[in-house]
């Protein structure tokens, strides 16, 4: 199967999930989509994830477990921000906080993929993935 826009739908699937309640959602493997679930379960918007291999496709996923705190998803808004039709980036000068800093960024700069927080305490900038509250 083939996909134009991988990150975004690892977002989607872990945005259904969070809407239907479930406990985890497998998402297809890659480096970039391991590393982006890693950022969001460091800054404690999800519980883990691990790589798993699929028995039935024979394919590497990561198993993604969700967070919930009173029964309500701890992720109110996930959102793509960089499209492959548009690319936006933002120098660690010019990022904004989200939503007053209750959420983060997550960007992919020279130095890994790290936080708003972290890219502006490091002084670097890059392509802003998404968008986190």
Do not use: W
């Not at 872990?14 to 460091?42: T, W």
């Not at 969700?66 to 660690?92: A, F, G, T």
């Not at 007053?100 to 927080?117: A, E, F, V």
């Amino acid at each position: 199967m083939s996909f134009q826009d991988p990150i975004s739908d690892c977002l989607t699937r872990i945005r259904n999930g969070l809407m239907r309640g479930k406990s985890n959602v497998f998402v297809p493997y890659s480096k970039l989509k391991h590393e982006l679930v890693n950022v969001l379960v460091a800054e404690g918007y999800l519980k883990s994830c691990v790589k798993t291999d699929d028995s039935v496709s024979e394919k590497p996923m990561i198993n993604v477990e969700l967070k919930y705190h009173n029964e309500e998803p701890v992720i109110k808004e996930l959102k793509r921000i960089s499209k492959p039709s548009l690319r936006k980036y933002s120098s660690s000068t010019s990022l904004d906080s989200v939503k007053n800093g209750l959420g983060s960024y997550i960007l992919s700069t020279n130095q890994g993929l790290m936080t708003d927080k972290d890219a502006r305490a490091k002084n670097v900038g890059g392509e802003i993935l998404c968008e986190v509250f």
